[in-house]
Structures are given as C-alpha cells and as structure tokens.
C-alpha cells in the first residue's frame, strides 16, 4: 500500500524520496522500541539484583 503522499510530488524522484524518508522512520521507530525494550527489561533484571 502507497503511502499518502503530497499532491506537491508528482515527480517520481520526489515520490521515491519520500518513500525513502517513510522506511527509514519506520526503521528508526522500530530501532526506538526495541530500545526502550531492552531498556525496560534492564531495569527490572537491576531490580531483581538490588
């Protein structure tokens, strides 16, 4: 599915950018998660320790 995409970029080189932009704040979201994840579980295995 084609995100929603400005009328602005009509140029396929426009779209393909904004694609581009779309992946990787998706990567970075999902990066983010996984992040606070490990975070949130590192702080409970601390608290089973201390």
Request: glycine share 2%; aromatic share 6%; no cysteine.
């Amino acid at each position: 599915m084609m995100p929603k995409v400005d009328m602005s970029l009509s140029d396929p080189i426009d779209i393909a950018g904004y694609d581009r932009v779309v992946s990787e704040r998706e990567k970075l979201r999902n990066d983010i998660f996984n992040l606070e994840t490990q975070l949130k579980l590192a702080s409970e295995m601390s608290a089973l320790i201390f």
